[in-house]
């Protein structure tokens, strides 16, 4: 039977074992990395142009990821400000052993929004 997912991922990746830390699992860092690229491609669709990240708020790392998971990068827009906006972002891992999608880790990203001069600029409704 085939697997249908409702959601779609930003951004979807096996980790290998270049990403691993000293207890054996995916570095953090690595996690954070790809966060920071998903939701960058979410922030440009929407802005329509280049953008920055400026904070990184309420991370969480729920379980560790391990080498060959199934690593999935969910974004969603939760705020549009004047010049900025948030991102949430969900990482899952489906494991070898298992069809069903783990969160493994969150956190919501925050980007401005650039003009040709790297200054921000008024985000369009």
């Known amino acids: 039977m085939e697997k249908i997912y409702k959601r779609q991922p930003t951004i979807r990746t096996l980790p290998k074992h270049s990403n691993i830390n000293s207890n054996g699992h995916i570095f953090g860092g690595w996690i954070l990395s790809q966060m920071d690229s998903a939701a960058g491609i979410e ?49 899952t891992v489906v494991s070898r052993d298992t069809e069903d999608e783990t969160l493994v880790t969150e956190g919501d990203f925050i980007f401005v929004a650039l003009d040709e001069n790297h200054r921000p600029k008024k985000i369009d409704d």
Do not use: C, Q
């Open 43 to 91: 922030a440009i669709r929407r802005v329509g142009g280049p953008v920055a990240t400026v904070a990184i708020e309420a991370m969480k790392f729920h379980a560790p990821v391990n080498v060959g998971d199934w690593m999935s990068v969910y974004t969603d827009i939760t705020k549009v400000g004047t010049t900025s906006l948030t991102i949430h972002i969900e990482v």
